[in-house]
């Protein structure tokens, strides 16, 4: 404790090691405690941490940390994501650098590889989370590929199979061709560019006449099977029925009416492509089109594209328009505003592709998912993403959950390749069951005529069953029975249709129950100037070099800070710089304390002393008030505003105000009353550190090991959490109180106003009403000290004093005789020379703001920080000019009698 600033860097580790070693964050299996139980979002196992992860993982320890002190039996429960498409890519990627493909390797040993990289690199994000305080139960950590999690994955595949709520049937999914795999609706991101609307000319089959169609793809025209128009388009009313021939191919297609069809885009007429859109897919499956594949799941073109096979689908589309154009079939291009969707892994432009996939069926799922929200039982926090939640569950489609790649979890599905009798082949061969068959249950061909579905499940699909999985399901355990429900979900807004909603769905169908109570969604954390981050940008933080330059606690308290509910973050590294000297300043209140301990004190009970004095009493409910908003504020996920009342609490109540008052106490003779406020701070103290432990549990751990409190717990971490009984409330001395303070304040504003040295002993005068004034005879001694006023004058019946500067305040007047305080022409000249050092400050700064070059070329935050002095310099130059004027005014009125 003898540096004077807070060096975080080996208090951090050992404080997290000795955690460790003590099992203090090992949850109870049985426990007579009530039980509180946080799921981890788990962050995939290819991730390093963002700032994203890091205000969900300090929100989260916020509350296990908050809730462990309060007397739970808390589990936090830690773990990763196999992140199928992600994982896979970045291995492949690393085979690349080798020459080497997954195909080459085969399925087998490309899957012992990812193995064999989740090993090596997985566990970089848990060590980062370590990094951050996070207080997880890590002899429970889980992976969604473990034998548990695989066990519960397969379990209720068969059970939504047996039920028919899975299904396997063509549709028209969402293609990544890099990844060669189908992705659900959620992931695919849309992004808004210019297109083209092209106007193509369908000829009748009889040669008489033709339709135009308008497309945004005209390399799609090769598969389609119909034109369609609106029933209730006049213009077309005579064609429907009629037969067209294909541009280039010439493949005769007929004309057919739906309602589907948007009369007012384009020329009103429109091609269907079912295999190539989803909504031409539903029109085909109403008029029993024909489906033509066109593209392989490359993104080529296919055989039944005829003279362009072969070719890439963006050269195709080169090529379609040139010989449309050259037949004179292309009647013109117009501009148009198209929303492309990208994989969301590989940014690769999907293509809406027909493909044999597997579907849960997911509507009778949402049913009760969204009772569970509507009635109650599922809170969203804050309640603005209810509409959110419920509009996606009630426009919902059934959910894809195939995917062709290796990695994850493989289909429980396997195909009778010799289907010996009828129902055999009813069933098309398919035998789902957990595990790998012996015989086909259907005709009894052997285990060497059954082969597995080459497929795996959507990443998401295992995540879905992870806040009952974990804990062990489809086992009957002690922890699935402790803790199931969970208590609350805290994550972003990004991931509550593709996590959240999913969970709740599965959770209630094979619990009965929902999955957590509680579902907080935290803000987005943008920049400084609230733009999102991203790479390109180049205005991301990164959460560890945040750690490493400013200390863990910094961070975490300053992320804290900024999460008010509903409002995006708009992230400043000045903050956490400011938050820094937060630390710094408990620090030091710390050392300052100790140093004023004597050895053989006796720490006294607060609610056994005698003689408190009005600073005493007015900390003690002022700890009170803020143990219990503390305490409220995180029951209602306000963690602003529970890191706010810290906040001011800690720095300006406690710092800034008790600690300089009780200051003559401990330098006094009087040993009762020094004692008193040892105990008085030591007790303010401990109490404050227990309540910022949640927040920022390094250097409170640290602080509070340090302090002389005895039949205390071995760690901060397992002390009770303070409530307003640690403190004793007293509304009338907080009133009390609040007179001295702003007697005080209001000579001090004089003071500073007049640029009085802190050396120099002033004359004050109040005038107030009696009662008030009474409060202020009586605590006299505070005012004088923090005043630096070695004269005060208190009553009623006081003239109005000449040459005196005045401060108005709420309950008073104060007035500081000016006569003998300064010489005029002295102080006018320093205070001139003030002015100049701030001029010349301001024109270097203007030279910048007026050069082009740099205004064009410097970081967007140097600029602003320029601009930011530039109006701090001359803000200085107005209030000195303003205070010469004052003193220029008083020294004509009294002629200079202050020389």
Not at 432 to 444: S, Y
Not at 597 to 623: F, M, Q, Y
Not at 740 to 751: F, K, L, P
Request: glycine share 6%; charged share 30%.
């Amino acid at each position: 404790m003898s540096e004077k600033v807070y060096n975080p860097r080996d208090i951090e580790e050992k404080w997290y090691n000795f955690w460790l070693e003590k099992n203090y964050f090992r949850a109870e299996p049985k426990s007579g405690k009530p039980s509180y139980c946080i799921v981890i979002p788990p962050p995939n196992v290819t991730g390093s941490l963002h700032i994203g992860h890091a205000l969900d993982v300090t929100l989260q320890d916020i509350m296990t940390r908050w809730k462990r002190m309060s007397g739970f039996n808390t589990l936090w429960l830690p773990g990763t994501d196999h992140a199928g498409i992600a994982t896979q890519n970045v291995v492949e990627k690393e085979l690349k650098k080798e020459g080497l493909s997954r195909h080459a390797l085969g399925r087998e040993a490309f899957v012992k590889k990812v193995w064999e990289w989740k090993e090596q690199y997985g566990g970089r994000i848990i060590h980062q989370l370590k990094r951050l305080g996070a207080s997880c139960d890590w002899s429970r950590e889980r992976f969604t590929l473990d034998e548990g999690l695989s066990r519960a994955v397969k379990e209720v595949f068969v059970r939504l199979y047996n039920e028919g709520l899975i299904y396997r049937g063509d549709y028209i999914i969402n293609w990544c061709p890099r990844c060669h795999t189908a992705l659900s609706d959620l992931e695919v991101e849309h992004e808004e560019k210019k297109g083209k609307l092209y106007y193509i000319r369908y000829g009748f089959a009889n040669g008489n006449g033709h339709v135009v169609v308008a497309t945004t793809r005209p390399e799609t025209l090769l598969g389609d099977t119909a034109v369609a128009v609106n029933p209730d388009d006049e213009r077309y009313k005579n064609i429907v029925g009629k037969i067209l021939k294909l541009p280039i191919l010439g493949r005769e297609i007929p004309v057919i009416s739906d309602e589907f069809v948007d009369a007012s885009f384009g020329t009103g007429a429109v091609k269907v492509t079912p295999a190539h859109d989803p909504n031409d897919f539903e029109i085909a499956r109403r008029h029993d089109l024909p489906f033509v594949k066109i593209m392989t799941g490359e993104g080529t073109m296919s055989k039944e594209a005829g003279p362009y096979e072969g070719q890439d689908r963006f050269k195709c589309r080169e090529n379609v328009l040139r010989d449309l154009e050259s037949a004179g079939l292309l009647v013109q291009r117009k501009e148009h505003t198209l929303s492309i969707g990208h994989c969301y892994r590989c940014k690769t432009i999907i293509e809406p592709y027909l493909s044999k996939q597997w579907f849960v069926k997911i509507r009778p799922l949402a049913k009760d998912a969204i009772k569970a929200v509507n009635d109650g039982r599922i809170k969203i926090i804050p309640p603005i993403w209810d509409s959110s939640y419920f509009d996606w569950m009630k426009n919902i489609k059934d959910w894809c959950i195939s995917r062709q790649i290796w990695w994850g979890h493989r289909i429980p599905v396997w195909y009778c390749r010799e289907m010996q009798n009828a129902t055999c082949r009813t069933q098309n061969g398919i035998i789902v069951a957990p595990d790998a068959p012996d015989v086909c249950p259907h005709c009894g061909a052997g285990a060497s005529a059954l082969i597995q579905d080459e497929d795996v499940l959507d990443t998401w699909f295992s995540s879905a069953l992870w806040p009952f999985s974990t804990l062990g399901w489809p086992d009957d355990t002690d922890d699935l029975r402790t803790f199931y429900p969970t208590s609350v979900l805290i994550t972003g807004f990004d991931i509550l249709f593709f996590w959240v909603a999913r969970m709740i769905m599965m959770g209630l169908k094979f619990r009965s129950e929902e999955p957590f109570r509680h579902v907080y969604i935290h803000a987005l954390i943008r920049d400084a100037e609230g733009q999102k981050m991203s790479k390109s940008k180049g205005n991301v933080v990164d959460p560890l070099e945040m750690t490493e330059t400013y200390g863990t606690d910094a961070f975490r308290f300053t992320l804290a800070a900024f999460a008010a509910q509903g409002r995006d973050i708009k992230f400043s590294i000045n903050r956490v710089d400011g938050y820094r000297n937060f630390i710094n300043k408990i620090w030091n209140a710390s050392r300052f304390i100790l140093m004023n301990v004597r050895e053989g004190d006796v720490i006294t009970p607060v609610e056994d002393l005698r003689n408190l004095s009005l600073a005493d009493k007015w900390i003690l409910s002022r700890l009170s008030n803020v143990a219990s908003g503390v305490n409220k504020a995180l029951e209602e996920y306000r963690f602003n505003d529970a890191a706010s009342d810290l906040y001011q609490f800690t720095w300006h109540e406690f710092c800034d105000w008790y600690l300089e008052m009780i200051k003559p106490a401990f330098y006094g003779d009087d040993d009762d009353v020094r004692r008193t406020a040892v105990s008085t701070v030591i007790h303010v103290f401990e109490t404050s550190l227990a309540l910022l432990h949640p927040f920022i549990p390094f250097v409170t751990e640290e602080l509070w090991q340090n302090l002389p409190v005895r039949n205390r717990p071995d760690s901060l971490c397992i002390r009770r959490y303070p409530s307003d009984t640690d403190g004793i409330r007293d509304n009338s001395v907080e009133k009390e109180m609040e007179l001295v303070m702003d007697a005080i304040v209001g000579i001090r504003n004089i003071r500073g106003e007049l640029n009085l040295p802190p050396s120099l002993e002033i004359r004050a005068i109040i005038k107030a009403q009696e009662e008030t004034a009474a409060v202020l005879r009586e605590n006299i001694s505070y005012i004088s000290k923090l005043a630096k006023a070695d004269s005060i004058e208190i009553g009623y019946d006081i003239g109005n004093p000449e040459d005196a500067a005045i401060s108005v305040r709420q309950a008073m007047e104060i007035f500081v005789p000016l006569k003998g305080l300064f010489d005029v022409e002295v102080e006018i000249r320093r205070l001139s020379r003030e002015i100049v050092k701030f001029e010349e400050s301001l024109s270097a700064v203007n030279k910048k703001l007026r050069n082009r070059e740099f205004m064009e070329k410097a970081p967007r935050e140097i600029v602003e920080e320029n601009k930011a002095k530039y109006q701090e310099f001359a803000d200085k130059i107005h209030a000195l000019q303003g205070n010469i004027e004052k003193i220029k005014k008083w020294g004509d009125q009294n002629g200079q009698e202050n020389r």
